[in-house]
């Protein structure tokens, strides 16, 4: 067994006590419910975090992207959702192999033109399909905004062979910029909205909302069958400190760094960037902040350097390892090809990224 102290900078640090703690936390939230959750699994892209969701009693996975389905897998996943807009013909062979090896594979329906496509890719797949009806409910990206015009895409699935309409699904995306406080009123906006589109459809159909942000609050309305939260089981900046659904003790990954270099009173640089933090930032500027507590904030990066502000930075020295909790935890999963498990400060195993760059 290593100690952290062993570890070379930068590195990624995921707490497997506090990383299953927060899967409990979310698989009895929605258990407690009747929800049931299916993980968005673009957030921590590992085999081994999706068997343990599965474990807990998660019924499915949701993906971004084909190759991210692919790259789980391993996980025994059964039930895949690709929430992404299919359009291309080109990838009907993957669709094809990918529904072999499950029992249940979803893909979305987020426009009539992309619906046009869609029943293209099916019929060149040959496969059977469920699909899910995007609805815009304020975010302002793919989906419907009106009844009428979901009753045109329901048309197009049931002409198709190979479709069938299995559910209605939002990602409310803008809530993170809600005040906390106002979080309950905004999730009932957000159901208002699809159950308007949704019962012009057809009223039997299920709601599939929920991110990291509602998961909860969602699966206590009553009003939904199916979540799908994808960064709550890591958690970072906009999670614990500006919508605060978590604490920041339960956030799960850090980023560990080392100070490199004083340049100047009040500013440290450390040896991760962008190319570790990304160029993600809170609407404050904030790329990180030290997961100590200390007023000490990356307000700067480069690919290779991040520039240390705050009231603490002076109490830095050269050689220095500072963690560091990421604004946005995503994208810093998606830049490093496996992370350090630890328990407490000890190192206890090393995990790929299995769909690392599977933008595909
Ligand atoms: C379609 C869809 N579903 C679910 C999620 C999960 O959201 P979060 O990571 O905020 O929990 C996202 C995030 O971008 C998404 O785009």
């Not at 990838?91 to 090896?101: C, N, S, V, Y």
């Not at 060149?124 to 399909?129: E, G, H, V, Y």
């Not at 190979?162 to 993170?176: P, R, S």
């Not at 799960?252 to 570790?276: C, F, M, Q, Y």
Request: aromatic share 4%; hydrophobic share 45%.
């Amino acid at each position: 067994m290593r100690s952290i102290d062993e570890l070379t900078t930068p590195a990624v640090m995921l707490d497997r006590v506090r990383m299953e703690n927060n899967i409990r936390s979310m698989q009895t939230a929605c258990d407690s419910a009747g929800v049931k959750l299916w993980p968005h699994i673009k957030t921590h892209k590992m085999v081994e975090v999706a068997r343990r969701q599965l474990a807990a009693g998660a019924a499915g996975l949701t993906c971004a992207k084909l190759g991210e389905a692919e790259a789980m897998l391993p996980s025994g996943v059964k039930r895949l959702f690709i929430a992404h807009s299919l359009v291309d013909v080109r990838i009907a062979p993957r669709l094809a192999a990918l529904a072999d090896q499950l029992e249940e594979l979803r893909v979305a329906a987020t426009s009539v033109t992309q619906t046009e496509a869609l029943v293209k890719v099916a019929a060149a797949a040959a496969r059977p399909l469920k699909v899910m009806l995007a609805v815009d409910t304020g975010l302002g990206r793919e989906g419907v905004r009106y009844a009428d015009y979901a009753k045109r895409i329901a048309a197009l699935v049931k002409a198709s062979p190979y479709l069938t309409l299995a559910g209605i699904y939002t990602h409310e995306g803008q809530l993170y910029a809600a005040e906390p406080a106002t979080q309950q009123a905004r999730v009932d906006e957000v159901l208002d909205r699809l159950a308007t589109v949704r019962d012009g459809v057809d009223p039997k159909l299920p709601l599939w909302p929920g991110c990291s942000v509602t998961a909860k609050l969602m699966a206590a309305t009553g009003r939904v069958q199916v979540v799908r939260p994808g960064a709550y089981m890591f958690g970072d900046l906009s999670l614990a400190v500006t919508t605060k659904v978590m604490k920041r003790d339960d956030v799960a990954v850090h980023v560990l760094a080392t100070v490199i270099d004083r340049p100047e009173p009040g500013l440290a640089l450390i040896d991760a960037g962008s190319k570790v933090f990304s160029s993600d930032k809170t609407a404050q500027g904030v790329f990180a902040i030290d997961a100590e507590g200390r007023d000490i904030q990356v307000l700067r990066v480069n690919e290779e350097h991040g520039y240390l502000r705050g009231t603490d930075v002076d109490l830095l020295e050269v050689g220095d390892r500072l963690r560091f909790i990421p604004a946005h935890i995503c994208p810093v999963i998606n830049l490093t090809d496996h992370v350090t498990v630890i328990e407490n400060d000890t190192v206890v195993d090393c995990w790929r990224v299995d769909a690392r760059g599977r933008v595909d």
